[in-house]
């Protein structure tokens, strides 16, 4: 694995902020004193699920354009992959909070095991998962927060 560019990793660990809120805000952190949004003030499960409910298809969306960079039978497997974080989100919601959270967990241990495959063919940039398993840890610890607290 190689070393991260700046942009990516300031970008990649800006995006946990609203995991991180979301944890925060289950723990107890008391945002009414502070001048935010009414999204992000409240029930940290919601705000949880609300960004991670993004972020999932939005992986699918890098995943389809490192499989555009091959062709044939790789390109179609590829393809067929990259979508599958989306049509896990959409199936796979769950009925409650506790069970939405966990699905959405569970898709975001999938994503790496994706990401993996993706980079081993050369598809993702070398220091792709070393920016992936940073921040995997960071949405399944926010996410485990939301399921255990």
């Known amino acids: 694995m190689k070393a991260i560019p700046s942009g990516a990793l300031i970008l990649g660990l800006a995006g946990l902020i609203p995991f991180f809120w979301g944890a925060l805000l289950i723990l107890g952190l008391d945002a009414g004193r502070l001048p ?11 705000v949880l699920l609300r960004y991670g409910g993004v972020i999932l298809p939005f992986m699918s969306g890098v ?6 960079k091959t062709t044939g039978a790789r390109a179609t497997m590829g393809y067929a992959l990259s979508v599958l974080p989306a049509l896990w989100w ?12 966990t699905s959405l967990l569970s898709g975001f241990v999938a994503l790496l095991l994706l990401d993996y495959a993706f980079w081993r063919w050369g598809l993702a940039p070398r220091w792709w998962m070393s920016l992936r398993l940073l921040l995997t840890a960071g949405v399944v610890l926010s996410l485990g927060i939301g399921i255990l607290a």
């Open 36 to 46: 935010l949004p009414a999204a992000l003030q409240g029930d940290g499960r919601l």
């Open 63 to 68: 995943l389809w354009g490192f499989a555009t």
């Open 90 to 101: 959409f199936f796979a919601p769950g009925t409650g909070p506790v069970s939405a959270l």
